[in-house]
């Protein structure tokens, strides 16, 4: 039980932990610490969709040859359209962007931004939650060590996000405590999604290899569709890929070792 509640609450501290950096540091954050803190984000979400979610996909099939990884496959796809689907429907801007997404809307440019980060947390949110239900009922594919080491890399992840958020928006004119609040906020949807998933593993257990995948590739469209471009844009990309690399080795080495 307490593995579950760590795994749980601890994506969403990070979150909190990073957008209060808002209180430590100037109004702005240099171009380059960006680039390296979105690239250390998206190496861990790389590293945490194939080690955490697509592994365990195709081992928890018990099948071998094709049939065992057609979930792996097919999840990963709908993931990606999934992504993709929302991206179209919900109105968002990224930080680094003054063009809104998605359909016409007059949301102010914060609810927008809140908006885009959200749809990043979406799938990691489903991420943890699928791997806790997984380690529920399957613990021999995914034990609770390795379902929490997941729930870590978000964490981890997550402080930049938090902090890449909170820090333009309180740069754009917004006090502090708003910018840390709204900061904090774009990753409440996490343990939502997290518990929710919990709450229906009794439900998903036989289409869990499915879900695991799903939640890769909607990690997966994630980095390549925001994160990777955000860190080659302009000045010092060989700081986003640095920063990607040492996620993804961090996140490699918790998995492997705690998982």
């Known amino acids: 039980m307490n593995g579950l509640i760590i795994g749980i609450a601890l994506p969403f501290i990070g979150t909190m932990l990073g957008a209060a950096c808002v209180f430590l540091m100037k109004k702005n954050m240099s171009s380059l610490l960006q680039k390296l803190l979105t690239g250390f984000a998206a190496g861990v979400m790389v590293a945490a969709s194939v080690w955490s979610l697509l592994v365990p996909s195709i081992e928890m099939t018990g099948k071998e040859g094709l049939a065992s990884i057609v979930p792996a496959i097919v999840g990963f796809a709908i993931g990606i359209l999934f992504l993709l689907f929302l991206d179209e429907i919900v109105p968002h801007q990224h930080i680094d962007s003054d063009q809104s997404e998605g359909p016409k809307s007059h949301l102010s440019r914060t609810a927008k931004l809140v908006f885009a980060v959200t749809l990043h947390n979406i ?3 489903m991420a943890v939650g699928v791997a806790l239900a997984a380690a529920l009922e399957h ?13 870590i890399g978000i964490a981890i992840q997550n402080f930049p996000e938090g ?37 229906l ?10 879900l695991l995948a ?15 471009p955000e860190t080659q844009h302009g000045k010092h990309s060989n700081f986003g890929t640095i920063g990607f690399s040492a996620g993804f080795l961090l996140m490699m080495a918790l998995d492997v070792l705690l998982g």
Do not use: C, D, Q
């Open 139 to 151: 613990n021999v594919y995914m034990p609770m060590a390795g379902a929490v080491a997941l729930s």
């Open 163 to 199: 902090a890449i958020v909170s820090m333009p928006l309180h740069s754009a004119g917004n006090k502090r405590w708003k910018s840390f609040l709204i900061g904090s906020a774009s990753g409440i949807v996490e343990p939502i999604g997290a518990v929710i998933t919990i709450l």
């Open 201 to 210: 593993a009794s439900l998903v257990i036989p289409v869990l290899p499915y």
């Open 214 to 228: 799903f939640a890769a590739g909607a990690m997966m469209y994630v980095v390549v569709e925001e994160l990777i």
């Open 123 to 125: 799938p990691e949110g």
